[in-house]
Structures are given as structure tokens and as C-alpha cells.
């Protein structure tokens, strides 16, 4: 099952609903441009989590952020956030490719050995759910971030795409697979083979131990181009010039939210429309933990101590605080929720919609606001 190239992008960009990300780099000028962005009239007043009821309005100051603070955070977010995310990732694939060669030796998977399996891809895909916050640098330039995560996969391709190939090839190896569609790759097709069937023939247990490591291939490239780049990815070199590092990281966690409060949430739900496309790990039916991951990863970043020490530095620690409550109080909601969100209620499902929408306005009308940069074009929330 082969597929041209060109025709395979072309698939993957128009069933995915590619968003290509298009932030604006930051001039000499740190400060926000009047009228040039979509909150700028928002950035001189901005709200709390209670805005919609009138509560309180606050007014941002931003923060006066040295040349050296700028380049300790940076680094400090290459070391210590993007580079470790990537190599959990790396490593919990290695863990489901080894997994699998083990059990796959005896014959057919089954019973404990194949939920062993499944309780490893659950892992996987959540440090991926977590690494999706990088929105730029190496795995979108080379639109890897489709071959590790095909989603949403709106007319349900991974599905058949991953049979007909498992039965087209069932001595599948990691070279072959490397070249073909995306569609048939990653974490998706993966989660297709070990939750679409309830045991695992010699096909595709091939498939398993050939996608496992093809995937490790290409997390582990997208590493050591962090670790030798991250200078340039994060442009530490520039900030003595411009804000652009600040820009892209802060605008990829925005986008973080947004992409998982539309293309996880509202589409999927039917929440503000008609029903479309599935719930992350629909198969597995394990959404709930794909989207507890995202939160983890956006608390851990957004309440990092040297962040913190950043917003603070102003003597006012509200733009945090928010930032802190709403997460939680997010966290708190789906941990009652069921691990399928599509069956939980739909008070439920609303409220978490919401939730997420207060998150994207504190990160757009206050925490980018008070850090003096600006909100790119790729903007999709609309709230």
C-alpha cells in the first residue's frame, strides 16, 4: 500500500485540517503594536476568570524582561521542557517496540500480554499529547508531527489504511513502513492495531514492532536536532534583537489550547456545531487521558518557577495566579469526568469547553500581554 508522496501530504493536509503556523517574529520593539494584532485593543485591559460575570478588570503591566533573563529562560525551556519531551517520547516508543518483540515471539497476542501493550501505547500517546506543545522548530518543518500523530483523521483513513497495509505487507520492517503514507504511521496506527483487535496475528504484530520503530527514528531525529539547534529554534542568538524566541513558544502553547479545544472538544463533541471528526484515541477510547496530558504539560510549563519569577518580577503575581486556579480547577473537572468524554455528560463536556476558553483568554489578554510580546496570526479560537 504504498502512496505517492505529494498525493500523501496532500491527504494528510486536507483530512487533518493542517494549520500552518505563522507567527510573527518579534521587532526591535517589545512592546505590543496598537492595532496590529487581533488583541490589541485587549492588551490595556485585560480580565480575569471571572470577565464574563464583570468581576474584576484588570489592567496589564508588562514585565521588564533583561537580555540575560530572556536568554536564561529560553535555554532553560530548550534544556529543561522541549528537549526532555521529545526524549520521553523517543523513549516510551523504544519501550512498546520491545514490548511487542517479546511478546510477539510465542505466536498470537492475547489476554495480558496484549493489554501490556496497549498500557504502553497509553503512555506513548500521552508523552506525545505533551510534546505537541512545540508547534514549531523540526517535527512541523518537516511536517514529522503527521507521521507521529494523524489527527484529526476526519474520514477515518487510519483505519482502513492500517488493515489494507498489514494484509498487503504482514512482514512488514521499519524501512518499509518509513516510506509510506502518513496516514499509516504513528501513534494512530498503532493504537488502530493493538485496539481494533482483540488478539495479534503475525501481521500484525510485524506492523507493531515495524511502527514502534519507526517512530523512535523519528522522535530520536527530532531530539538531536533540538540538542544541536535549540540556539536557533528558540533564537537565543537574536535576543539582544527581538522578542522571537518569546513569540514562538508562548504562541505554541497558545495554540496548544486552542487546537485541543477545537479539533478535541468542540468538533468532535458537536459542542457549537455539527459533530465532526472523533474524540483523540477514539479507538482506545481513552480521551480523557490524552487531554489530561496536554493540561499537565501546560500547567508544568505555565507555573515553572522561572516563569513565575518572570511575571512576578513586577510585584504582581495575578496574571499567575489565574493562570494557576483556572488549570486547576480544569484538572479537577476532567478528573471526574469518564475515560471516554464522549459519553460523559453534556453539562460535563460544556463546562469543559469553557474551561479551555477561559484558559485561552488568560493566556491571550493577560500572560502575553504582561511578557510584552504578541499574539501571531495562526490565532484559530475566535473567542
Known amino acids: 500500500m504504498k502512496i505517492n508522496h505529494a498525493l500523501a501530504m496532500a491527504l494528510s493536509a486536507l483530512s487533518a485540517g493542517l494549520l500552518i503556523s505563522c507567527v510573527k517574529p518579534a521587532d526591535d520593539n517589545k512592546a505590543p503594536e496598537t492595532g496590529s494584532q487581533e488583541v490589541a485593543q485587549d492588551s490595556a485591559a485585560a480580565s480575569s476568570p471571572a470577565e464574563e460575570n464583570g468581576d474584576i478588570t484588570a489592567k496589564i503591566n508588562a514585565v521588564d524582561i533583561s537580555t540575560d533573563t530572556e536568554t536564561a529562560y529560553l535555554t532553560h525551556v530548550a534544556d529543561d521542557i522541549v528537549i526532555p519531551a521529545y526524549?520521553?517520547?523517543?523513549?516510551?516508543?523504544?519501550?512498546?517496540?520491545?514490548?511487542?518483540?517479546?511478546?510477539?515471539?510465542?505466536?498470537?497476542?492475547?489476554?495480558?500480554?496484549?493489554?501490556?501493550?496497549?498500557?504502553?501505547?497509553?503512555?506513548?500517546?500521552?508523552?506525545?499529547?505533551?510534546?505537541?506543545?512545540?508547534?514549531?522548530?523540526?517535527?512541523?518543518?518537516?511536517?514529522?508531527?503527521?507521521?507521529?500523530?494523524?489527527?484529526p483523521d476526519e474520514?477515518?483513513?487510519?483505519?482502513?489504511?492500517?488493515?489494507d497495509l498489514i494484509t498487503a505487507n504482514p512482514q512488514l520492517t521499519a524501512e518499509q513502513l518509513a516510506n509510506e503514507s502518513a496516514i499509516v504511521q504513528g501513534v494512530p496506527g498503532l493504537e488502530e492495531a493493538l485496539y481494533a483487535n482483540d488478539s495479534l496475528d503475525a501481521g500484525q504484530c510485524a506492523y507493531v514492532i515495524s511502527a514502534s520503530s519507526a517512530l523512535s527514528t523519528r522522535l530520536k531525529e527530532i531530539e538531536k536536532n533540538w540538542q544541536q539547534n535549540s540556539t536557533q529554534l528558540l533564537a537565543i542568538d537574536k535576543v539582544a534583537d527581538s522578542d522571537q524566541g518569546l513569540n514562538q513558544w508562548f504562541n505554541s502553547l497558545l495554540s496548544l489550547v486552542e487546537t485541543m479545544k477545537s479539533n478535541a472538544i468542540d468538533q468532535p463533541l458537536g459542542l457549537t456545531g455539527k459533530a465532526k471528526g472523533h474524540l483523540p484515541a477514539a479507538t482506545a477510547a481513552q480521551s480523557r487521558a490524552i487531554i489530561n496530558a496536554k493540561l499537565a504539560t501546560l500547567n508544568k510549563v505555565l507555573t515553572d518557577p522561572v516563569l513565575t519569577e518572570i511575571l512576578n518580577s513586577n510585584n504582581d503575581s495575578e496574571v499567575g495566579n489565574n493562570l494557576s486556579t483556572e488549570l486547576a480547577e480544569t484538572t479537577t473537572l476532567l478528573a471526574q469526568m469518564p475515560e471516554d468524554l464522549a459519553t460523559a455528560d453534556k453539562d460535563s463536556q460544556q463546562a469543559l469547553y469553557d474551561h479551555l476558553t477561559t484558559i485561552t483568554r488568560l493566556i491571550k489578554r493577560q500572560l502575553i500581554p504582561t511578557l510584552g510580546i504578541r499574539v501571531g496570526f495562526n490565532s484559530t479560537d475566535g473567542d
Not at 155 to 163: F, I, K, P, Q, T
Request: hydrophobic share 45%.
Open 87 to 151: 526524549a520521553d517520547v523517543a523513549k516510551q516508543s523504544d519501550l512498546l517496540h520491545d514490548l511487542a518483540e517479546t511478546h510477539c515471539q510465542s505466536g498470537p497476542v492475547s489476554g495480558e500480554e496484549l493489554q501490556a501493550l496497549r498500557d504502553q501505547w497509553l503512555v506513548l500517546a500521552q508523552a506525545w499529547a505533551s510534546a505537541e506543545m512545540i508547534n514549531f522548530g523540526p517535527a512541523t518543518a518537516s511536517m514529522s508531527n503527521l507521521y507521529i500523530n494523524y489527527y
Open 155 to 163: 474520514r477515518g483513513l487510519v483505519h482502513s489504511g492500517v488493515a
